[in-house]
């Protein structure tokens, strides 16, 4: 007899229920897309249409009893609430990133997955992108030789079509770039390399949430890595590993493509000539949670995983505000 599919509710019917998750569910076999929830029923229910959803509710206790897990796809503020209330049901939770706002809020979520003993994931998609595994598999096999420096460049005027406004509202979020932009390459680098043992942050903020930041970090074995983000200027979107060997690198948008200059030959590798694109990979993040539940294992990224991350980003902030603001603000995009 085939095994039952995991039964599935998206919590939250913004931008990315209806770009990524929605539609991913659609591809993996494991899951049953059964219920839509979010205060706005309308927009749920219209979602639901579109989709082929058989249920929507205004909450997720509406649902809890016809579901096995839930993906919480709502703005970060209201996240640590329905993480408890889902575990507390007994389903197991895909978290979108950032996992929490605070390190706090990111623990209290980490305890209540541990008494529930269910799976908690975090919804960071670079860890399923092709070539961020070629890269990491590269690195393993040692083809960059020590490895001496990393840049990361990675942004563009913001047009994600959010719903909510969140990553501009300050009632909904404690940061702006940093967390909701660059945590992706955070995690990719601490995935690859591990947390760095130092930092140095600035960014253009002058009370409110930043557009422009600047990272310097140190990793064991005198790795040094430049991260600039931005979410008002086109920058040139890649993350560069260099080594004595040579260097790797992608660009930060496209999940196929490997660059690699060794022994002094460039050459551009498709490391993937399938599918691809935000549906492709965030349904092989679903898989990879329906799969950790049925092979009682963890998943590619854990609960863990998202905490450290936000812990990181809140000493980023806590930084920041140690330091004086200037008198008045430098020009646009300068960070300090």
């Known amino acids: 007899m085939p095994e039952r599919k995991l039964r599935l509710a998206v919590v939250g019917c913004g931008a990315i229920a209806e770009r990524g998750h929605i539609p991913a569910a659609r591809r993996v076999g494991e899951v049953r897309l059964v219920a839509l929830v979010d205060s706005d029923t309308a927009?749920?229910?219209?979602?639901?249409?579109?989709?082929?959803?058989?249920?929507?509710?205004?909450?997720?206790?509406?649902?809890?009893?016809?579901?096995?897990?839930?993906?919480?796809?709502?703005?970060?503020?209201?996240?640590?609430?329905?993480?408890?209330?889902?575990?507390?049901?007994?389903?197991?939770?895909?978290?979108?990133k950032p996992l929490a706002n605070t390190t706090t809020e990111a623990e209290a979520i980490l305890r209540a997955a541990a008494r529930a003993r269910r799976v908690l994931a975090v919804a960071h998609t670079y860890r399923f992108f092709p070539n961020r595994i070629r890269l990491y598999e590269m690195l393993g096999q040692g083809v960059l030789g020590g490895v001496r420096r990393i840049d990361v460049r990675e942004g563009m005027p913001a047009g994600w079509p959010t719903r909510s406004g969140y990553p501009f509202r300050k009632e909904m979020v404690p940061g702006g770039v940093l967390l909701t932009l660059g945590i992706h390459s955070l995690d990719a680098l601490f995935w690859w390399f591990g947390e760095p043992f130092a930092f140095q942050y600035e960014d253009d903020s002058v009370g409110g949430l930043e557009s422009n930041a600047r990272i310097r970090m140190h990793f064991a074995g005198e790795v040094e890595a430049s991260v600039r983000l931005s979410r008002t200027c086109r920058l040139e979107n890649r993350m560069t590993v260099e080594g004595e060997r040579g260097a790797l690198s992608v660009p930060v948008y496209d999940q196929r493509v490997i660059h690699q200059c060794l022994g002094g030959k460039e050459a551009r590798r498709v490391v993937e000539r399938g599918r691809s694109g935000l549906v492709h990979v965030v349904a092989e993040q679903l898989r990879d949670f329906a799969r950790s539940i049925t092979e009682q294992r963890a998943p590619r990224a854990t609960g863990a995983d998202g905490l450290r991350v936000v812990q990181f980003i809140e000493g980023c902030y806590a930084a920041k505000r140690a330091r004086p603001l200037p008198e008045q603000a430098p020009i646009a995009g300068f960070t300090w």
């Open 43 to 96: 927009r749920a229910e219209a979602l639901a249409r579109r989709f082929g959803v058989p249920r929507v509710a205004a909450t997720l206790s509406g649902v809890a009893a016809e579901v096995d897990a839930a993906i919480l796809a709502t703005p970060p503020h209201v996240r640590p609430a329905l993480a408890e209330e889902a575990f507390r049901e007994g389903l197991h939770v895909l978290c979108e």
